[in-house]
């Protein structure tokens, strides 16, 4: 089986400072594949350059079976990710925010109000995302990266800011999806 992320030799530098060290990695499809390592490991580095938001120095990058670098358009059509904090608008409500996103991405406008129950933030959605909780807003994040019904969700400390109780519904959801 063909794995949905594979990386061989990727390395990044930033100056003298090497971030990513020939990191060579397999995720299977289907699977729940965490990263975990101290601050400044190159985790969120290794993520951006699977986004294709920054370049590696050397080394491939694989998904679904094909170089990103050829296929960059279709492979980023079927991903969605989180990376450190959400981009949102404050001034708009987060439905609205989750709209922009839906009419960039040409998911169903059904979808909307899916990623806000399956979230939780459904009864909020209506209100200006500068009136959220850091928290809510994760979760805001995270209903983004849903909406396109992504094969491959790729989320950068998603329990940022939740307490323990939505960090328990957070985990649970991404076992569930």
């Known amino acids: ?96 925010n989750l709209e922009i996103t839906r009419r960039l991405t040409g998911a169903k406008p059904d979808r909307i109000d899916k990623v806000l129950e399956l979230t939780g933030i459904a009864r909020a959605a209506g209100q200006t995302v500068k009136s959220y909780s850091l928290g809510m807003k994760q979760r805001l994040g995270v209903a983004n990266a849903l909406l396109n019904n992504p094969r491959l969700l790729i989320l950068d400390e998603p329990t940022n800011g939740l307490d323990p109780a939505g960090i328990r519904e957070m985990r649970n959801l991404i076992r569930s999806l």
Do not use: C
């Open 1 to 96: 089986m063909t794995p949905v992320i594979s990386t061989q030799s990727l390395t990044r530098r930033f100056g003298n400072l090497v971030a990513v060290d020939q990191l060579s990695l397999e995720v299977p499809e289907g699977k729940v594949y965490g990263f975990l390592g101290p601050n400044g490991s190159g985790k969120t580095t290794t993520i951006k350059m699977i986004l294709g938001l920054i370049r590696s120095d050397s080394g491939e990058i694989r998904i679904f079976g094909e170089k990103l670098e050829k296929s960059r358009k279709k492979i980023l059509a079927q991903i969605g990710a989180l990376v450190e904090t959400p981009s949102l608008y404050g001034h708009l409500s987060g439905r609205d």
